[in-house]
């Protein structure tokens, strides 16, 4: 018998508390940590962070369900109590940031905030949270890739908890949780460091997040097993991972090569005020 992970970290006062959701938790909670830190260097508010979130997570949370359940409709038809049911998972990241872009969008505007300053702020910190956000995939053992053999996840030095928490369904998985989640590590620590060493017009260091994580996404999906399907086994987050990633090379060029009055991304400029 394999000795797996726990899913449940405790409980309180009755209530089963999931590793899931203390790691989504806590990757927000950073995320956010990150993006006030970023938002002081720009001249944008801390307050304009804390009060986006709090009209973006629950609207991506919502966005995120919707998302997985248009894709894997027929079991919530059948039982539609189940859509409120969350706590196994069934979140879809892209649904979620969808959401989150379109809520960024109007909060913008409202508050006269140049959208792509802030996608520049929150993009490195959102890749941060997705690489964490992961690891509760793990924990609640799903976001897994086909059949493989113990002796090749050991060829990959993982640690024995991670090989014994990918024995699922009576063989021993791919960890594709993990192969996203350190590409989304590297993809964070890449932007920061050009952030840091390159001049970068705005809106480019959100491009260069959608070029990284849906160039990795797409061939990490495809070795999945859990994938949503559209018609003709066209899996879904290939598709939108193909198409995020022409988009944002395509406006990546046209906005350097055909925009050049777009403001650069300019950090520690010592004011409060929003730079539009």
Sequence with gaps: ?????????????????????????????????????????????????????????????????????????EPYLADPIQIFNTRNGGLAIYGGLIAAVIVLIIYTRRHFIDPWLFLDVVAPSVMLAQAMGRWGNFMNHEAYGGETTRHFLASLHLPQFIINNMYIDGAFRQPTFLYESMWNLIGFLLIIFLRKKLTVKRGEIFLGYVIWYSFGRFFIEGMRTDS???????????????????????????RRKKLPNVKPYERDKGTNQALI
Excluded: C, H
């Design 1 to 73: 018998m394999v000795a797996q992970v726990n899913r449940v970290a405790f409980e309180l006062f009755g209530l089963q508390i999931y590793w899931y959701a203390l790691i989504i938790v806590s990757g927000i909670a950073i995320a956010l940590w990150l993006s006030n830190r970023e938002a002081s260097r720009v001249g944008l508010k801390e307050d304009d962070m804390t009060n986006f979130l709090l009209w973006a997570l629950p609207i991506a949370i919502i966005g995120a369900r919707l998302y997985y359940i248009l894709f894997d409709l």
């Design 228 to 254: 949503l399907y559209l018609f003709g086994g066209i899996r879904v987050s290939q598709l939108l991972s193909a198409l995020l990633f022409v988009a944002g090379v395509v406006l990546l060029y046209y």
